[in-house]
């Protein structure tokens, strides 16, 4: 139980109040009428009592008083979230992504002519502009029987910082290449691995809050993209 700095006061005059009543109605103790500085002691207590109980009363009014601004300042706060939740931007990877796979062999090439390409994008839907800050992304083949890959995999992706995408719109134009050697086409060909493309975007709303959203997708032959991943990798703040 804890006790606050006017309870305890409270508690002390109360205290020394009880006590000084009881030394005065003492029957060993007659000074009360017979020594003036006696009676005038008497009165302080008295007044001393009256002080405590006014101060009590006050305390009791002052809390009352505070209960429905509390109530008002919690249900402002709620109010004021409800909105920042209700107008503020939500960015996430477009549903639509399109994909060139190739076979890279070792030699064959010093660019990335032979690397395989993922094109993606962003759409934003909320209601106010969203201002992307960083895009980090990654994209591999990945076998069946490993865990899902750990967001801190994707790069950061050199871009243009600031880009606006208003509510209701999206930015098109992402790349990654990367490269995927025979054997692993068939693989994923055979199911028995993905083609995984995951990443992360982080942007600011108009309320000057930051926000992340992470993404991973699995690429299956003949069926196209699929959510993929679990919690850590899917997610939106």
């Known amino acids: 139980m804890k006790f606050r700095p006017p309870e305890l006061v409270l508690g002390g005059l109360l205290t020394v109040a009880i006590f000084s009543i009881g030394m005065l109605f003492s029957p060993q103790i007659s000074w009360l009428t017979k020594d003036a500085g006696g009676f005038f002691t008497f009165a302080l207590v008295i007044i001393g009592l009256l002080q405590a109980l006014l101060f009590w009363v006050q305390l009791r009014l002052i809390r009352e008083s505070l209960v429905p601004t509390k109530e008002a300042a919690d249900a402002a706060k709620l109010t004021a979230g409800h909105i920042l939740n209700t107008e503020r931007a939500y960015l996430f990877l477009k549903i639509e992504i399109e994909e060139k796979f190739k076979e890279f062999r070792l030699g064959s090439s010093m660019g990335t002519d032979d690397h395989s390409k993922i094109e993606f994008g962003f759409k934003n839907h909320g209601k106010t502009p969203a201002i992307i800050e960083e895009i980090h992304v990654a994209a591999q083949y990945w076998p069946n029987k490993f865990d899902w890959p750990a967001t801190s995999l994707a790069s950061p992706k050199l871009i243009q910082k600031g880009l606006v995408i208003s509510g209701g719109d999206f930015v098109a134009g992402y790349d990654i290449k ?15 691995g993905y083609i995984l493309f995951w990443g992360k975007v ?9 926000h992340e959203t992470g993404w991973c997708r699995g690429y299956l032959f003949n069926q196209g993209w699929r959510f993929a991943g679990d919690e850590h990798l899917n997610y939106y703040t």
């Open 178 to 192: 990367f490269p995927l050697s025979g054997d692993q086409l068939r693989w994923a060909g055979d199911r028995d």
């Open 202 to 210: 982080i942007y600011s709303d108009v309320f000057e809050h930051q």
